[in-house]
Each structure stands twice: as C-alpha cells, then as structure tokens.
C-alpha cells in the first residue's frame, strides 16, 4: 500500500509541477505581448507628438496671418483710388494662390 501511495504522491507532485510550469510560460507569453504592446504604443505616441507639433506650427502661422490684417485694413482705408484698391486686391488673391501652391495644394 505505501509504494502505491508513494507513486501516487510523484504523479500528485508532479502534475502540480507541471501546472506550475504552465502557469509560468502563461506568464512570460502574457508579459512578452505587454512589452510589445507597449513598444507599438510608445512608437504610436511619438508620432502623435510629431503631428502636435506639425500642427501647433501650422497655427502659429495663422497667428501671424490673422495678426496682420489689422495693418492691411489700415493700409486698404488709406488708398484713395480705385487703381489702387484693385491691385491691393489682386496681389491678395496671387500670394493666397502662390501659399496655396507652394503648400502643395493642400488645404
């Protein structure tokens, strides 16, 4: 009976054994796939930022733009004939189609 016994207990201690193993295998899968994940969302965030700061320099442009036409209105109130006025005007439209171009067409 005691061999019996004793036979049962190695099996006993070693399916125990083996789920440990599996546990641990389970774990080092689970912590692989997490630094992975973390690598694609660390290269995701980097990209973000760059795109901020496209953007953010993208807006300080429009800041200048918007902070000169007060100056622009000043000048358009002092022409006093209408030549003037329409090459103002002209010029206007070319250098907003020349940005636009230059910009590569894109809106």
């Known amino acids: ?3 019996t016994n004793n036979i049962e207990i190695q099996e006993l ?9 599996q ?4 774990l080092d899968e689970t912590k692989s796939e ?6 694609d969302l660390k290269g995701d965030l ?3 930022h760059v795109e901020v700061k496209g953007l953010e320099k993208r807006l300080s442009n429009v800041e200048i733009s918007a902070n000169k036409i007060p100056e622009i209105t000043e000048k358009f109130g002092e022409l006093k004939n209408w030549r003037q006025t329409a090459f103002v005007i002209i010029a206007g439209v070319v250098s ?3 940005g ?4 590569g067409g894109k809106v």
């Open 1 to 3: 009976m005691t061999t």
């Open 96 to 98: 907003v189609f020349l």
């Open 100 to 103: 636009w171009l230059v910009r």
């Open 34 to 39: 997490l630094k992975q994940d973390i690598g």
């Open 46 to 48: 980097k990209a973000l």
């Open 13 to 21: 201690k070693q399916f125990i054994s083996d789920r440990f193993n």
């Open 23 to 26: 546990l641990d295998r389970k």
